[in-house]
Nanobody, 125 residues
């Protein structure tokens, strides 16, 4: 089970940190990804972090603004978002890569098996 939290309403240029807390499986054996779905748009992948946290991957539009990290002792993956823009407004989801010890530079949904519920981020002045 995955549970995302930390969403809210922020102004453009501000920062926000999302958390994804896991339970029910051996967390440090799985890579985890963050996705988002903006109103009227398809879900898109944002970032992935490997099971040890030593590898990360970002979509181009968030590189340099978003940072993914994890604390395996806390069973949590974080998404630190800075310089937020109105176009970052979306429901944000975390998901587990379906195979142990696999890291992908690929956001294909078929690679992920468990999804958390979304947390809503609204960037507006």
């Amino acid at each position: 089970q995955l549970q995302a939290s930390g969403g809210g309403l922020v102004q453009p240029g501000e920062s926000l940190r999302l958390s994804c807390t896991a339970s029910g499986f051996t967390f440090d054996e799985y890579s985890v990804g963050w996705f988002r779905r903006a109103p009227g748009k398809e879900r898109e992948g944002i970032s992935i972090i490997s099971w040890r946290g030593d590898r990360t991957y970002y979509r181009n539009s968030v590189k340099g603004r978003f940072t993914i990290s994890r604390d395996n002792a806390e069973n949590t993956v974080y998404l630190e978002m800075s310089s937020l823009k109105p176009e970052d407004t979306a429901a944000y989801y975390c998901a587990r890569v379906g195979l142990k010890f696999r890291f992908y530079t690929n956001f294909s949904r078929q690679l992920y098996d468990y999804w958390g519920q979304g947390t809503l981020v609204t960037v507006s002045s």
